[in-house]
């Protein structure tokens, strides 16, 4: 990481920079150039933040809101290829973009050159800055002697600026074609060509849109120069920190060897670039390190009688040279030992799609895999004390002679991985983190666990001075958690590139831990499939110019239970002359928490009810989680979020269960609710029927915590819709520390009947003397199932009281 700090003359603010791109898309190091950077409210534009060391910044001057320049100064031992580069404002920071460093000195294309029969002329080993438009081709030549290697490179798609699928070829004068390529392993959809000339004379390099596409913002650095450009490595890793021999496949001089001192800490992205006296490959192929010593296979080993006897454990390597042919490797395990086993070619560039088989020697298969590993390899594999033969070939029986592949065994360690999820598709949108002075700003994170059990605890380092988070202990399985950055009033704006880090809570547990987030860069058809992305090792921080505004959310005293609901008071300190509206969002959703999807505190209003419900399945535990805020302004849109506050998910303090009931129009009735205490609690509960039918009202009831039954009163108007509704439940509000805990209990149907017919019946004459017949007090309430039997026997009465009609 490389960042460098310059004083700016203009005072202008700014807020949410976006940066659009980066011009001119790379150049040669060991020397000095502008680069342009276009966008949106660049204005106070304070720095530039590279992901890799190599460059710095000696100048920069703010052109406009839409433009920034800056001078500077590539070492000459930066290493080749792409850097990640972002500007840092006063109030943010931009989106990344992609600058390329190389060898050769630049030159720009120059029209017309779109005929074979004018070509622009140029020197040997030049990188050319051209631009592919729909349906142009470009045209260069180069002299070359006999003898000596041409070789042609095109990055086009890995500059990460529109969809550009480039075509490479190289002609004699005759328009003899000597090489073309399209696609390659190694390069993607970027391509090249290497041919050595056979005879004195001038040659021509086109380069085009695969399908003659193109557009004025298809871009491409072509390399045109002596320097090797092999297909292939071997092996194509080693063991960390040692120094080794490779030999370089493909190039049309023949194979080559070079001797490479390997770094003693494995990273997955080294990569190493093929070299000899006439010049550097411009883009390096990727390189595996381990902390195990090479085995090499030994023809023939094609069969397991014929297997390559190797140590073990040790990383296999080898070439499937042939159609149809298969690698055996023999070797002893060890009982017990769990081990992951990893084929690795098409990461490295291999065009061999590896299948891998385990098998003990003479017996049965253990394992066998195609593309776990994505495009490569893996299974996991517990071994025992015997003899194992291990296969390699082809998905497709192919071959040839850079169908490289290495066999990695790896011990089972503890791993996590910690992301920052996407907000949106194909966006960076708050994939950084830019807190205000005195202020606040919440992420959500996730982490990955592989072979590792326990709690987690997040460290950021290398945080700019002033800046600490807030996180909750990442509990076992936990893989979601919000966490909030803050700032002093007092801390410096700047920014760097911090290290995040989940590590065991138990210090006596070790592991391993990788921050990664990516962004999208070229995204197309098919189904927006995304052809170029840039990994960040690390996040980027700023502290910015204060906001105009701050959240906080009034921390609820009381627990959110499961089928529960709750209002949290967001409450807004704003600075004096801003009133606009606020909208505010969760950082993310508790497991079994729904949430609204945003509030709007209105204009010059200072308080919001943030709305969330807890479903029978929320976790019960104490959570701490955090809401985050935006406004827009005149330059942007400025982000705040709450403190980390806590918030208690809890089991019901009462269950309930609501009777079904059938009533008809224009009466009244009562509902019967049952009601088990689980957690005790003092005073009177409210208890309100929720989802009544239409013009159907329920007085609501109160209990307390002794109450076992309730009867609710239900009134039915004579014109309530007829039919049976469902979803009928009963909200309890319990009051506690003077706030309501909501509970949502039951579940019920109610029917609305047509009132029946009314009884016809013939009354005797009262004989003198007969006393009257009294009803008795206090009848027996009927449940709905009494009720409907009562129904039944008095349709089937009155079925038997009617006549059956006689038959003519």
């Not at 399209?182 to 004379?201: H, K, N, R, Y």
């Not at 023939?300 to 390597?317: G, M, Y």
Request: with cysteine; proline share 7%; glycine share 8%.
């Amino acid at each position: 990481m490389s960042i460098t700090v310059l004083a700016l003359a203009s005072s202008l603010k700014a807020a949410s920079p976006s940066l659009g791109g980066i011009g001119p898309r790379g150049w040669q190091r060991g020397t000095e150039v502008e680069l342009t950077f276009t966008g949106a409210r660049l204005t106070d534009a304070k720095e530039l933040l590279f992901y890799r060391k190599g460059i710095e910044t000696t100048k920069m001057t703010v052109v406009s809101d839409t433009q920034v320049k800056a001078m500077v100064k590539i070492s000459p031992e930066a290493g080749l290829g792409e850097y990640g580069i972002r500007v840092r404002t006063a109030t943010g920071i931009s989106e990344l973009r992609t600058f390329y460093v190389g060898a050769l000195p630049v030159i720009e294309e120059k029209e017309p050159n779109s005929e074979f029969a004018t070509p622009q002329k140029i020197a040997m080993n030049v990188t050319v800055h051209g631009v592919a438009n729909n349906e142009d081709a470009d045209y260069f030549i180069v002299d070359a002697k006999k003898g000596e290697r041409i070789s042609a490179e095109v990055e086009g798609m890995r500059l990460g600026t529109v969809v550009f699928d480039p075509f490479v070829a190289i002609f004699n004068m005759k328009r003899f074609e000597l090489s073309a390529r399209d696609d390659s392993p190694l390069t993607g959809q970027d391509c090249f060509a290497s041919i050595v000339a056979p005879e004195d004379g001038t040659y021509v390099i086109l380069v085009r849109e695969s399908a003659y596409g193109g557009n004025g913002n298809a871009t491409y650095r072509l390399h045109i120069g002596n320097f090797p450009r092999p297909t292939g490595v071997f092996p194509t890793g080693g063991k960390a920190g040692e120094e080794i021999e490779v030999t370089y496949l493909g190039d049309p001089t023949g194979p080559m060897k070079q001797k490479i001192k390997l770094p003693s800490v494995i990273d997955p992205e080294f990569k190493i670039f093929p070299q000899d006296a006439k010049g550097i490959c411009p883009s390096g192929i990727r390189f595996g390190l381990s902390n195990f010593p090479n085995t090499f296979e030994v023809e023939p080993n094609d069969t397991p009688e014929k297997a390559t006897l190797v140590t073990f454990p040790s990383s296999f390597n080898g070439i499937i040279e042939k159609n149809a042919d298969v690698d055996c490797f023999r070797f002893k395990g060890v009982k017990g030992q769990v081990v992951d086993i990893r084929c690795v070619a098409r990461k490295n560039g291999s065009p061999l799609d590896p299948v891998m088989t385990l098998a003990i020697a003479g017996g049965a298969n253990v394992a066998t895999n195609d593309d776990s590993g994505g495009t490569d390899s893996y299974f996991r594999a517990t071994l025992d004390d015997k003899e194992y033969i291990l296969t390699v070939t082809d998905h497709l029986k192919k071959g040839g002679f850079d169908y490289t592949y290495r066999v990695d065994f790896s011990p089972i360690q503890g791993t996590t991985l910690v992301a920052i999820p996407k907000v949106a598709q194909y966006s960076q949108d708050r994939q950084t983190v830019s807190v205000p002075k005195g202020n606040r700003f919440a992420t959500l994170m996730t982490v990955q666990r592989r072979d590792l059990a326990g709690d987690l605890k997040l460290i950021a380092e290398k945080l700019p001075p002033g800046v600490t988070i807030s996180v909750d202990d990442v509990s076992t399985g936990i893989d979601s958690f919000a966490v909030v950055f803050e700032a002093t009033k007092d801390a410096p704006v700047a920014g760097s590139l911090s290290e995040i880090k989940a590590l065991p809570a138990d210090p006596k547990l070790t592991c391993n831990t990788e921050f990664n987030t990516n962004a999208e860069l070229t995204f197309g058809n098919p189904g927006q499939s995304i052809y170029w992305r840039y990994n960040m090792p690390t996040l980027g921080v700023a502290v910015t110019e204060e906001s105009p505004f701050s959240i906080q959310v009034i921390e609820p005293k009381v627990p959110l239970v499961q089928n529960g609901s709750m209002n949290l008071k967001v409450v807004v300190q704003r600075k004096e002359g801003f009133k606009g509206p606020i909208t505010v969002i969760p950082v993310y959703s508790l497991p079994g928490v729904g949430t609204i999807a945003a509030i709007t505190i209105a204009e010059n209003q200072n308080e919001g009810l943030f709305a969330i419900t807890a479903n029978a399945g929320a976790r019960i535990k104490n959570w701490k989680t955090a809401l985050i805020a935006s406004a827009s302004t005149p330059t942007g849109v400025v982000w705040a979020s709450s403190q980390l506050f806590n918030l208690e998910i809890a089991a019901p303090f009462i269950t309930a269960t609501i009777e079904r009931s059938a009533i008809e129009q224009g009466k009244t009735s009562e509902i019967l609710c049952k009601i088990t205490q689980t957690t005790p609690f003092e005073g009177k509960a409210q208890l309100q029927l929720i989802g009544l039918p239409l013009k159907v009202t329920a007085a609501p009831v109160e209990i307390d915590a002794k109450t076992k039954e309730i009867l609710v009163k239900v009134e039915i108007d004579k014109t309530s819709p007829v039919g049976n509704h469902k979803n009928i439940v009963c909200s309890a509000v319990i009051t506690k520390n003077g706030e309501a805990i909501v509970h949502t209990l039951g579940k019920t149907d109610i029917r609305i009947d047509v009132p029946a017919a009314p009884k016809v019946v013939a009354t005797a004459p009262a004989t003198p003397g007969t006393p009257a017949v009294v009803a008795p007090a206090g009848e027996k309430r009927l449940s709905r199932l009494e009720k409907l039997r009562l129904e039944q026997e008095e349709r089937e009465k009155a079925q038997k009281s009617t006549p059956t009609p006689q038959k003519k």
